[in-house]
């Protein structure tokens, strides 16, 4: 039963937009208690550390964190003590406290590195040794105490704790959080727009880009691409940074576009123009929907490197990169497309999720939202579980190597 689970993600963002992690649950833990059995932490907690850990770095992901949720009792146990303690925020809930031992498992915790977060608790009743042990202590912004208890944190007065609210399924509270200076789960808003926010033009850069990407297409000649990315240095250098910056594992850093394309060949250059054309973006769209993208991207493309060539799932990358890509250049679809010779396939995916890259794109959407749909779609791609669990985290790890 433990294996057919899917997971789910959700960022964590700063004031700034930027994610600085993810809690990681199953899929369709948020309206319930759905999780919290001993069984179902344990093999969340143990899968997650196999996929994240690294034997140099600790964590695959960074400088990024991961939260998930465990509970006093089995602080202890294997499966939690695997996770990586760099980057790890061990989540428990009020109710958890008034266990038998649960202070010195607190504290036992902290003292291994983790960091620990509470949540639905009245932050006026928290133990003193307790507290002292916390790194986070998280509140729904859409309780009816929440102004008192962000005064009751701020008169704690303790510089090591930070406040996180939680469920922020608008912009409005977004907003009310950012001015209080608190961390905020986010859910899948960061993929719905602004309100206000209006299409613009696409900027001088990306239209060199556009221009990149089409002349690619073609398998232009190296030498005329290079002289059309030589209009923009700043563009030259961000294009090889994110080369570089992807572990291709080549043994040597990419010192031109000519070197790129002898290295790599064109169509994974291709890829890197479509990240760059996000990144291009000057109207202050969040990092966070970047990081999304890029994530969604990557996903896709895990998903059907199974079952589709090489080039095939590159595709998907890109399908996966432009779905976001309205949002981010603040321009509908349809004229992002109009400017962008994409091909049929890629297209279709696009606006209708269907035909080959389709449903691979769709399931990636689905496993960013508590969606009762994922078990179903996976299946129709004959993907389980845990394929699909990998690719995500994969995803993850992959992404935060790219130096944006």
């Known amino acids: 039963m433990q294996a057919e689970k899917f997971i789910v993600r959700e960022p964590l963002v700063n004031p700034q937009e930027r994610a600085l992690g993810y809690e990681i649950a199953w899929q369709g833990s948020r309206a319930t208690d759905a999780g919290r059995d001993d069984a179902d932490i344990l093999f969340l907690a143990g899968f997650v550390a196999q996929q994240l850990n690294e034997s140099d770095s600790g964590a695959l992901l960074g400088d990024q964190v991961i939260f998930i949720e465990a509970k006093p009792a089995l602080l202890a146990h294997e499966s939690i003590c695997a996770l990586p303690p760099k980057g790890t925020i061990l989540v428990l809930r009020g109710g958890d406290l008034l266990d038998d031992g649960a202070g010195d498992a607190i ?58 609210a939680r469920r922020v399924d608008n912009w409005q509270a977004y907003d009310v959080c950012k001015k209080l200076d608190l961390l905020a789960f986010v859910g899948n808003l960061h993929l719905t727009p602004r309100p206000g926010q209006h299409a613009r033009e696409l900027n001088p850069a990306q239209s060199l880009i556009l221009q990149l990407m089409d002349m690619v297409r073609q398998n232009a000649d190296v030498k005329q691409l290079e002289s059309v990315l030589k209009r923009d240095a700043a563009l030259s250098y961000k294009l090889l940074r994110y080369i570089n910056s992807a572990g291709f594992g080549l043994g040597c850093e990419i010192q031109s576009l000519k070197h790129a394309v002898t290295m790599l060949g064109y169509s994974p250059l291709y890829r890197w123009l479509a990240l760059l054309l996000a990144t291009a973006t000057t109207t202050g769209y969040s990092p966070v929907l970047m990081h999304a993208a890029i994530v969604r991207g990557r996903f896709a493309e895990l998903l059907g490197s199974t079952f589709l060539p090489r080039q095939e799932a590159e595709n998907l990358f890109v399908a996966g990169m432009f779905s976001l890509l309205d949002k981010l250049l603040g321009v509908p679809m349809e004229d992002v497309l109009e400017k962008i010779q994409l091909s049929e396939s890629v297209t279709q995916a696009l606006l209708s999720r269907e035909g080959i890259y389709g449903p691979f794109l769709a399931l990636a959407e689905a496993c960013e939202l508590h969606s009762k749909a994922v078990e179903d779609m996976a299946a129709s791609l004959c993907i389980d579980a845990r394929q699909v669990n990998q690719a995500q985290l994969s995803a993850l790890a992959w992404a935060q190597r790219i130096t944006l």
């Open 107 to 164: 504290r036992s915790a902290r003292q291994r590195g983790y960091g620990i977060s509470v949540r639905d608790v009245d932050i006026s009743l928290l133990d003193r040794a307790v507290l002292g042990c916390l790194t986070h202590i998280e509140i729904a912004v859409d309780s009816p105490d929440f102004p008192a208890q962000v005064q009751q944190f701020r008169a704690l007065n303790s510089l090591s704790i930070r406040l996180v």
